[in-house]
């Protein structure tokens, strides 16, 4: 175990917080289902829910099917506003009795706690992500992280149940300089994990910018002083309340690249559906751009030009296929194409995670990849860079191909193939590249359905370990 002593800004970093400025903000936040219940929200808000929706909500309260127990329930003004007419934000947002049907899923999703070496830290590969804060402005009903959110008890490596904690600088630090020095010391490689130097790291929770400016600066300097070379932050607030981004935070971030020019800021986004920052029309349909490409929602637009302009920010956009939400093909082509347009990369989509309750709203594995398929079609190489992941417990793998024709010769592959690609191990890199192919099973929705079909297992992800650690059938 690192030891543990208090952290001290150095004066580099005493000098740059000491000129950041925190700002009030009005979200208008509606939390949990009372305050329609009681009536307790604007006459405006007052149908978000019919009557008959939260009496069916109420009769499942204190039952293992509370919809909130699983995921509290919270919006934002700006959220309501563009949920009014949209279908698909609705979905997004709204709790639903369908979420408790079916409890089944892995408390901790990814065995995280496996790779916790620390409170609020998970260190995989080059990377930690840390747990800065466990809300965001508006809660998604599929959230990866509902235990998280919801402050359930998890099941710890000692043996000992507790919920999940948040990072602290100082233990962070600590961890980082204990975790470098050692890798340096070894020729490049941790003695006992085989990491690698720990050089980037994801401030996610919840969503880090929920914390005020001087938070958000004491947690980069920190980890710009720890040797951190690229930080990333894991928001929706773009989509929640992009006012978020606003001059005091655009100050803050540019005192700090004044500070440490060499971190690089990655701003990971987390767009679901083109409705979420596109303006529509009355009969809605998007709008055409005089200028070109559709019509954005002002503030979004300008938050994002903002981020866009500043050269040392990489804007990242990942987001799970959801069942209801994002399933049209032609929604995922014109966000692909207006994100790439603004300046916003297209990282990753995901099949859904073996959360509690994930039957709800994961697709299956093969309608995701035609999904991302399909909606690529008519997109130009660079609109089209996103690529269909699922988070395997031995690291991020990619959806690589799903076929239609048998092999011949090859029993198991009379409806096509699925093949896997192990995109990285969550240790180091020795595993990527390797692959698994299995015969097709429409109904999967996690690895699981394809354990009585695998044919090629190089990347040992339907191994004994695999079936001990996913809860998820
Ligand atoms: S923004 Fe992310 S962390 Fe926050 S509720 Fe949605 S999925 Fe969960």
Known sequence: MPTQRKYQPTEKAQAFLAKVENAKYDRGIITGLKKYIDKKVSEDMQDFYSEEELQVLIDMKNTDRDVEARMPVKITNHYYQIAKNSKAVQTLVKASPKETFDLEGAPDPGNQMSYSPIEGLIHKYELGLIYVINTCSAHCRFCYREELIAKKEILREDGTVASKGLAKIPELVNYIQEH????????????????????????????AMVLGNKNLAEWFSALADAGIESIRLGTKELAFYPDRFDRTFFNMVDDFHAAYPEVQLRVMVHFNHPDEFLQKDDNGNYIENPEGGLLWIENTKHAVKELADRKFIIIENQAPFIK??????????????????????????????DIIGHKAFNLTIEDAWKLLNDSQKGLSGVEASARLSITHYLGKTEVVAVTNEPIPGIPGTENGVVIFKLLRGTADAKNKGQVAIVGRNPEAIWFSGYEDRVIIDEAGLFTESMKETSSVS
């Open 180 to 207: 470098n020095k050692l890798v340096e010391e070894n020729g490049g490689k941790h003695p006992e994990t085989n990491r690698e130097k720990l050089r980037e790291i994801l401030m996610s929770g919840g969503d």
């Open 324 to 353: 209801g939400i994002n399933e049209d093909p032609n929604d995922i082509r014109i966000m692909q194409r207006e994100l790439k347009r603004n300046r916003i990369n297209n990282h990753y989509f995901f099949c859904g995670r």
